[in-house]
């Protein structure tokens, strides 16, 4: 079963499951080994498969929970990398996570262009403030990334509050630590901030 989401609804079951691990952190032990013990104990691929992906729709906040890399830190096993390669795959053929469409493109001057690529960090770092905390979690890269956590900020929409982020993924990729673009979804994120910059930024003419 196909099923779209909306950026909002992504971030919200990210949110969610941050909310998970803030509580059972947060409880006594006795308390955490009665409610959320399990949490350390994902779905085997081959459970997965005997619902997946018929019932996407049903089960998605909960896979979101061990699809995204910084949210399920306490499992132990071997076997996790084979699920969350799963679960990758199943999110690429299956979800879609629906973008916001530009009514014009963001027009920039080839002079603040320059000084974003050449002073790249800088242009970050000045940039972060615009954001939201969901937002610096992403545009930090300092976790690897899904490619819907991604699009789960809505980049057209908002090029113009993260235009030197994508200016560092499409561009600058060796200024990025090596644990996100180690990530399986790495290859697809670059190539989407290429795609982000390609249709929604112009520059001003030149008198």
């Given amino acids: ?17 941050m909310k998970v691990n803030e509580y059972t952190n947060d409880m006594q032990e006795r308390d955490q080994k009665k409610k959320f013990l399990l949490r350390a104990y994902p779905p085997t691929v081959e459970q997965l498969m005997g619902h997946l992906p018929q019932n996407m729709d049903l089960y998605l906040p909960y896979l979101i929970y061990y699809h995204e890399p910084d949210l399920c830190t306490v499992v132990d096993d071997e076997s996790f990398g084979e699920i969350k390669e799963y679960l990758n795959g199943l999110f690429k053929k299956y979800v879609t996570i629906e973008q916001g469409v530009r009514e014009s493109p963001y027009v920039v001057s080839d002079a603040l262009y320059d000084r974003m690529t050449d002073k790249n960090d800088y242009a970050c770092s000045a940039a972060m403030p615009a954001l939201d905390a969901y937002e610096m979690d992403v545009y930090s890269f300092e976790m690897p990334l899904t490619l819907e956590r991604v699009l789960s900020t809505d980049p057209a929409v908002n090029l113009e509050r993260f235009l030197p982020f994508y200016l560092k993924m499409a561009e600058l990729p060796d200024t990025i630590d090596t644990m996100v673009t180690s990530s399986p979804d790495w290859p697809l994120i670059r190539k989407f901030a290429r795609d982000i910059l390609y249709e929604n930024l112009d520059f001003e003419d030149e008198e």
Avoid: E
């Fill in 1 to 17: 079963m196909h099923i779209n989401v909306t950026p909002s609804d992504y971030r919200m079951y990210v949110q969610l499951a």
